[in-house]
């Protein structure tokens, strides 16, 4: 399978290609949404549930009750009804405000997790801390996306899996085009990239896709599934 593997960044190299000011800019904007985002996604939230519990079964197919997993850009916690309970769970977001939703929620659950302001592309943890990483519609916002899935590299151990479900630019090329056109207005306002190639991206970052699967609209919802390889499988070894 073809990939570019950049492999584990250091952190100098992590500093240079992070992008201080489009990242205080995405803050900036989901720190605006926070109040309304709940109220704003309810329509939308009706065709997402399904496969958020889609993902989550996927990953409770996999995962043992000692593992340990990462949700990055956890929002105001969505996905937390869907999360297995007595798990070892870390949570961490850009904005302070999403953030605030989301320990409102965990409290609700009754959720005892680790939740933390945290940027995708700088996390503080340290390397193969994870088994588990999962992101839901988080890489079309992150402001340098392989920087962020490299990120999740560093800090899945081998062999540790990650679930991404997110929205990319249409491979239809008249449909592709109109997302190219409206994307600036759209990340104005939502903070969120319609246009990415979230699967290249994370091929770049360096991981062995498992599975790319369509959720809907024609190809646009996709559910990623990667796999951290072992060193010695990555340099063919
Ligand atoms: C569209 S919302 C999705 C929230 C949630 N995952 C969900 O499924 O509803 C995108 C979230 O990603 C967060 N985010 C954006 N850039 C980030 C970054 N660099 N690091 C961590 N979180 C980030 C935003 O603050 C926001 O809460």
New binding site residues.
């Given amino acids: 399978m073809e990939h570019w593997n950049e492999g584990v960044l250091t952190m100098d190299q992590v500093s240079m290609k992070l992008d201080q000011s489009a990242?205080e800019t995405?803050k900036a904007t989901?720190q605006r949404l926070a109040a309304v985002y709940d109220m704003m996604e309810i329509l939308p939230e009706r065709r997402y549930k399904p496969w958020r519990a889609r993902l989550w079964r996927a990953v409770e197919e996999r995962i043992s009750p000692a593992d340990r997993l990462l949700e990055?850009?956890?929002?105001?916690g969505?996905?937390m009804p869907y999360w297995p309970r007595d798990l070892d769970i870390s949570a961490?977001?850009?904005?302070p405000a999403?953030l605030r939703k989301a320990r409102a929620r965990a409290q609700d659950l009754q959720f005892e997790v680790d939740l933390k302001l945290?940027?995708?592309?700088a996390l503080d943890f340290a390397e193969n801390t994870f088994d588990f990483a999962v992101?839901?519609?988080?890489f079309c916002?992150?402001?340098n996306p392989v920087l962020?899935l490299s990120e999740l590299m560093r800090v899945v151990k081998p062999g540790g899996w990650v679930f991404l479900m997110e929205h990319v630019r249409s491979q239809n090329n008249l449909l592709g085009t109109l997302m190219d056109l409206i994307n600036p207005i759209i990340v104005r306002i939502m903070g969120?990239n319609i246009n990415r190639d979230t699967v290249a991206n994370v091929r770049k970052a360096g991981f062995e896709l498992s599975r790319v699967e369509d959720l809907g609209m024609g190809g646009i919802f996709k559910m990623i599934v990667a796999q951290v390889m072992d060193a010695s499988e990555a340099s063919g070894n």
Avoid: C, E, R, W
């Fill in positions: 990242t995405t989901y990055v850009g956890v929002g105001t969505k996905n961490v977001d850009l904005t999403m945290g940027d995708a592309q992101a839901t519609f988080v916002s992150v402001p962020g969120a």
